[in-house]
């Protein structure tokens, strides 16, 4: 197995498109008219549909450099397939990329999001090494090149990180990464992706699931459709005892033979509340631990991971976070999984789990036959 800790490169083809902001304040009228005549052709368009074109399934040959930052030449290449998948009707996809070279196997995917506030894209890897996201990275689209950024470590040393997309037609795209340690000054290119659909654009093929009974098929209850009902609490950690009802359906897809899922779901409250997300849940192979990550599609933003794993049939995991600027801790519990009526709770504590508040609670129900979302 390679690292591939700066693998994800490959996953992240395309991406974003800024948005230019109105300007406010006082001018001329005439320069009034004109700016506002081009702020609107530049707000028309807010990027939310700049992946469409790679829905689909994609040959893709990599180029990766042996060693970046140490003056290496030494170049070794790998062949595989790309997956990319609609999530909430392509305001977010699934990216999945397996791929085979002299240095080994790697299995990766790339959970992207739209943020319709920001009008960006935020690009979310993971490989099956550890299951766990990385830092996102962020970027746009201008005159057909795409570039996005971030800032990693790479052998213990700050880096900034560029991708670039080019050459995007219909069947085929480019791209590159490049690390620069001078602040953007130069760049070394370090990887180098070419994807070629595939004309039947049919799924790569499903591989036998692994014999292991370590915990990496402990979601597979969830697989398939449901009809959900869902109560949450109107108010959390204040004493509230107000609770709001929502109905609605989910649909849970295998990622990596079900060492990884892709749950999307969507409900209405009779009171006039929408909801609409997803969990991305992934495996960690190491510490036998699974990852939930939740995003809403009116921010499309990731929140910090649920972590933990099945004993007994029971499911619980934990995390730290803020409300009304307060630490707290999370819990997520699920029970009845070997049923068709599984159950899941979230509870907040502030006094450190000594007392637990349940502020949502999900029952779901099986629909025998599947009429998940299109892909």
């Not at 009228?29 to 689909?56: C, K, M, P, W, Y």
């Not at 002299?102 to 992207?112: K, S």
């Not at 550890?130 to 990275?137: K, R």
């Not at 880096?159 to 085929?172: L, W």
Request: glycine residues 10%.
């Amino acid at each position: 197995m390679i690292n591939i800790k700066h693998v994800r490169i490959c996953l992240m083809v395309c991406s974003l498109v800024v948005v230019l902001q109105p300007l406010n304040g006082i001018a001329q009228q005439n320069s009034d008219v004109s700016q506002a005549s081009v702020q609107h052709g530049l707000t028309e368009r807010d990027g939310q549909r700049d992946f469409d074109f790679e829905i689909g399934t994609w040959k893709t040959h990599l180029k990766r450099l042996l060693h970046p930052l140490t003056g290496s030449t030494t170049w070794v290449e790998y062949d595989g397939t790309t997956v990319v998948r609609k999530i909430w009707n392509g305001h977010a996809n699934l990216v999945e990329l397996e791929a085979d070279g002299p240095q080994g196997h790697f299995e990766g995917l790339n959970l992207r999001l739209y943020q319709p506030q920001s009008h960006q894209w935020t690009l979310n890897f993971a490989n099956s090494s550890d299951g766990i996201l990385g830092t996102p990275s962020v970027g746009e689209f201008n005159h057909g090149r795409g570039e996005f950024y971030d800032q990693e470590t790479v052998n213990g040393r700050a880096v900034f990180v560029r991708f670039v997309i080019s050459d995007v037609t219909e069947n085929s795209c480019h791209f590159e990464q490049a690390f620069s340690v001078d602040g953007g000054k130069t760049w070394e290119v370090n990887w180098t992706a070419t994807d070629t659909r595939m004309k039947d654009g049919s799924n790569k093929s499903v591989q036998p699931a692994p014999t292991q009974t370590d915990g990496q098929h402990d979601f597979d209850f969830e697989l398939g459709s449901w009809k959900i009902h869902l109560k949450r609490l109107a108010g959390r950690l204040t004493g509230s005892t107000t609770w709001v009802e929502f109905d609605g359906t989910s649909v849970t897809r295998k990622v990596w033979d079900g060492r990884s899922q892709i749950e999307e779901f969507e409900t209405d409250s009779a009171a006039g509340g929408h909801i609409e997300g997803l969990t991305l849940r992934t495996y960690n192979p190491q510490t036998h631990q699974w990852s939930l990550y939740w995003a809403n599609s009116k921010d499309g933003i990731l929140v910090a991971p649920q972590i933990g794993q099945y004993k007994n049939g029971l499911g619980e995991f934990y995390a730290q976070d803020t409300l009304n600027g307060k630490l707290i801790f999370v819990r997520f519990i699920w029970s009845n999984t070997t049923t068709n009526v599984p159950h899941f709770e979230q509870s907040f504590t502030d006094d450190g789990g000594k007392t637990w508040e349940v502020n949502w609670i999900t029952d779901q129900t099986r629909v025998q036959e599947e009429s998940g979302k299109a892909d």
